[in-house]
């Protein structure tokens, strides 16, 4: 059994295709829940951030086993903390959900 295939049973993947795709979810979700965390009005530091991203790839579906995938997210994340639409943003929300209804079906997202 290659290693790749090994991995990917060990992580379960959540439904993501690929190791690429799973790193991005779960940098994506990082990024919310730091977004979310500065709405409500805490301060987002480096080391939150750092805590957080530990978390998720220490979590069920995490990346344990991929220490380029660890770097490699933690880079991006703090990248974008140090970025000006981060420090100096003032967001609102995070992803509205949005229905579109059509003759036979909803399509259904986050914008």
């Known amino acids: ?3 790749k295939i090994r991995i990917q049973i060990y ?3 959540a439904g993501r295709k690929n190791l690429v795709s799973h790193r991005g ?3 994506h979700e990082t990024l919310q ?3 979310n965390t500065k ?3 805490e301060e987002v530091t480096k080391k939150a951030a750092t805590t957080l991203w530990k978390q998720a790839c220490e979590g069920p579906n995490g990346l344990l086993e991929d220490k380029e995938g660890r770097g490699w997210g933690k880079e991006l994340i703090t990248r974008y903390l140090e970025s000006p639409g981060f420090s100096e943003g003032k967001p609102e929300e995070v992803e509205k959900e949005f ?3 059509l003759r036979d079906t ?3 997202g986050f914008f």
């Open 1 to 3: 059994m290659s290693k």
């Open 39 to 41: 709405i409500s009005g």
């Open 99 to 101: 229905f579109v209804p």
């Open 25 to 27: 979810t779960l940098i």
């Open 11 to 13: 992580l379960g993947f």
């Open 33 to 35: 829940k730091l977004v």
């Open 106 to 108: 909803v399509v259904h």
